[in-house]
């Protein structure tokens, strides 16, 4: 019992925090008692719902209190929901299909969802879930499940079951995939050293998965960020432009870790999975918006694409290869370029400092 017990710790992520209160609320689902918490900005009109699953063992008080959720949903004027695993043997743990469970984990979390929606103004298009661990597993099974209702799931350090990687997603969803190369109680290869068998498919794998799913080229545009920190990590990104975006942070060295803190890793988890969601990542963002003074239209297109430029400029249409396809030098003002002989497929239009995602249909 007692090396059962150390084992199930390795799943926690120690942080350093502040004590917080947050009432403990208690919704009944399929004669059960289930509990979550509910973080939400002062003032806000329309919320954007973001379901934090955690790990196996712990608990939704100390998550709280660790991550600062209500700083979490002021920051970014979004509802934060904390559910409570139940207790099925190994401790506070999600059916995401590693186990042979019979709880319903997942249709709890919708109606827990449905049950919000009818005491907030939730947005019904900014559904996100993410998750540490076996939170990372159930994030999987939700989007599988679900990709329907859900906008984006960013599954950290979790992996697809073998059983649930028998399962068809039911529609294309954006998702965003972190795991370290060094996890030993996850591993990137779906094993695990702790438990010493297979819990699940490999992160190649479930990046095959993810591309079949969301109808994917299987050649990645690979961006390493910036080396900032002397924390013996490197953090590469992995974007597979398709029907929905597919984006793996491989974290070259990383062990079973949420990291957090901008000043002593290269990168904040909490903050890129906000900026993944609303599509503000800055390093190959493939579905972030024009920005700068780069305006093109229509896109998605099938011909002729006409952009508004402040100044002059050279334009690129380069593929997902980074092969430019088309180079022209544009005056201010409105032009018009020819898109017609090009392939159809997904392209990037670069300009005045600014990438855009452009569709040729």
Same mark, same amino acid.
């Given at each position: =019992?007692? #090396?059962?017990?150390?084992?199930?710790? #390795?799943?926690?992520?120690?942080?350093?925090? #502040?004590?917080?209160?947050?009432?403990?609320?208690?919704?009944?689902?399929?004669?059960?008692?289930?509990?979550?918490?509910?973080?939400?900005? $002062?003032?806000?009109?329309?919320? *954007?719902?973001?379901?934090?699953?955690?790990?196996?063992?712990?608990?939704?008080?100390?998550?709280?209190? $660790?991550?600062?959720?209500?700083?979490?949903?002021?920051?970014?004027?979004?509802?934060?929901?904390?559910?409570?695993?139940?207790?099925?043997?190994?401790?506070?743990?999600?059916?995401? +299909?590693?186990?042979?469970?019979?709880?319903?984990?997942? +249709?709890?979390? =919708?109606?827990?969802?449905?049950?919000?929606?009818?005491?907030?103004?939730?947005?019904?298009?900014?559904?996100?879930?993410? @998750?540490?661990?076996?939170?990372?597993?159930?994030? !999987?099974?939700?989007?599988?499940? !679900?990709?329907?209702?859900?906008?984006?799931?960013?599954?950290?350090?979790?992996?697809?079951?073998?059983? =649930?990687?028998?399962?068809?997603?039911?529609?294309?969803?954006?998702?965003?995939?972190?795991?370290?190369?060094?996890? *030993?109680?996850?591993?990137?290869?779906?094993?695990?050293?702790?438990?010493?068998?297979?819990?699940?498919?490999?992160?190649?794998?479930?990046?095959?998965?993810?591309?079949?799913?969301?109808?994917? %080229?299987?050649?990645?545009?690979?961006?390493?960020?910036?080396?900032?920190?002397?924390?013996?990590?490197?953090?590469?990104?992995?974007?597979?432009?398709?029907?929905?975006?597919?984006?793996?942070?491989?974290?070259?060295?990383?062990? !079973?870790?949420?990291?957090?803190?901008?000043?002593?890793?290269?990168?904040?988890?909490? %903050?890129?999975?906000?900026?993944?969601? #609303?599509?503000?990542?800055?390093?190959?963002?493939?579905?972030?918006?024009?920005?700068?003074?780069?305006?093109?239209? *229509?896109?998605?297109?099938?011909?002729?694409?006409?952009? $508004?430029?402040?100044?002059?400029?050279?334009?690129?249409?380069?593929?997902?290869?980074?092969?430019?396809?088309?180079?022209?030098?544009?005056?201010?003002?409105?032009?018009?370029?020819?898109? @017609?002989?090009?392939?159809?497929?997904?392209?990037?239009?670069?300009?005045?400092?600014?990438?855009?995602?452009?569709?040729?249909?």
């Amino acid at each position: =019992m007692k #090396t059962r017990n150390l084992l199930l710790i #390795t799943f926690l992520t120690i942080f350093f925090g #502040t004590n917080s209160f947050a009432q403990i609320q208690n919704f009944e689902w399929q004669n059960v008692q289930r509990q979550y918490l509910v973080r939400t900005p $002062e003032n806000y009109e329309s919320l *954007p719902v973001m379901f934090f699953l955690h790990g196996l063992g712990d608990n939704i008080t100390r998550l709280d209190n $660790e991550f600062h959720f209500q700083q979490v949903a002021d920051n970014y004027g979004w509802m934060v929901v904390i559910p409570q695993a139940l207790n099925e043997g190994y401790g506070s743990m999600w059916n995401a +299909g590693l186990t042979a469970s019979t709880t319903n984990d997942s +249709g709890f979390l =919708m109606a827990l969802l449905d049950s919000l929606a009818v005491q907030y103004p939730v947005n019904q298009d900014s559904i996100f879930f993410t @998750g540490f661990s076996m939170g990372g597993f159930m994030s !999987h099974r939700m989007a599988i499940e !679900h990709g329907d209702r859900i906008n984006a799931a960013a599954p950290v350090s979790g992996l697809i079951t073998t059983y =649930m990687a028998n399962h068809t997603a039911v529609a294309p969803v954006r998702i965003l995939d972190i795991h370290g190369t060094n996890d *030993p109680v996850v591993g990137y290869d779906g094993g695990s050293e702790y438990f010493g068998y297979q819990l699940g498919l490999s992160v190649e794998n479930i990046l095959n998965y993810w591309i079949n799913a969301n109808v994917c %080229t299987n050649e990645p545009i690979i961006d390493t960020l910036p080396d900032t920190q002397n924390d013996g990590l490197r953090f590469v990104e992995y974007v597979y432009p398709g029907t929905k975006e597919l984006r793996h942070l491989k974290v070259l060295g990383g062990n !079973h870790s949420w990291y957090r803190n901008a000043n002593q890793h290269d990168i904040d988890y909490i %903050t890129y999975i906000h900026d993944f969601f #609303t599509g503000k990542i800055s390093h190959n963002s493939v579905n972030s918006p024009t920005t700068g003074s780069l305006n093109v239209y *229509p896109n998605p297109t099938s011909g002729q694409i006409k952009i $508004e430029l402040e100044s002059p400029a050279t334009i690129e249409i380069v593929d997902i290869q980074g092969r430019t396809i088309i180079q022209k030098q544009l005056e201010s003002g409105i032009a018009f370029i020819d898109l @017609g002989g090009i392939q159809s497929g997904v392209y990037f239009l670069k300009g005045n400092g600014a990438t855009s995602k452009l569709v040729i249909e």
